[in-house]
């Protein structure tokens, strides 16, 4: 009996919340199918479960860990808010990354500069971009400035670090970088 409790709790991962039962009989224990009560009864391969059983309580810890998982990822995605200094890291990552569709949405969409140039976008692509360092060095509930000094490396093995201020603004509740010239972003 309890090899067979020790392996479903092992399988749903319980290990650490399992409680030993204690039976009074010699016959095995097996999960009723239809009832999903514990009856004693001998079965052909003495301890076992049903599939059915199994296929409950298994399929019922992953659609709860599924749902653990979606939560997360609704928090992350919509209720969490993030950082001017997030949505920095987040925006060299993305022109290190190549992903320049990223990269633009995370331009305020009233900046006077609604992208970034292609001189910028070829040099990122060419380089390998790592932010060092951001800090804020004004922010009030609508609008942030902070210093970015950022690593690139460049395919020619040159190397450069600069540092530069950015300015960034609240559109529906997000940070989004205020790009004022076309200038290199």
Same mark, same amino acid.
Do not use: I, L, Y
């Given at each position: 009996m309890k090899p067979l409790l020790s392996r479903l709790a092992a399988t749903v991962n319980l290990s650490s919340q399992f409680t030993p039962l204690?039976?009074?009989?010699d016959d095995p224990l097996h999960l009723d199918d239809? #009832?999903?009560?514990?009856?004693? =009864?001998?079965i052909d391969g003495g301890d076992s479960i049903s599939r059915r059983a199994l296929l409950k309580y298994g399929g019922g810890v992953a659609g709860g860990a599924g749902l653990l998982g979606g939560g997360w990822l609704f928090y992350d995605r919509l209720l969490r808010e993030r950082t001017p200094q997030e949505t920095v890291r987040q925006y060299y990552a993305a022109l290190d990354?190549?992903? =320049? =569709? #990223?990269?633009n949405g995370l331009i305020h969409e009233?900046?006077?500069?609604s992208g970034n140039s292609e001189t910028f976008i070829s040099i990122a692509e060419q380089a390998d971009l790592t932010v060092q360092e951001v800090e804020v060095v004004d922010q009030s509930d609508d609008q942030a400035t902070v210093r970015v000094t950022v690593h690139i490396e460049y395919d020619t093995s040159e190397e450069d670090t600069q540092t530069v201020t950015r300015t960034l603004r609240k559109s529906d509740g997000m940070w989004k970088l205020w790009l004022e010239s076309d200038g290199g972003n």
């Open positions: 204690r039976v009074d009989t239809r #009832k999903m009560g514990w009856k004693s =009864e001998q990354n190549g992903n =320049e =569709e #990223k990269a009233d900046s006077p500069v």
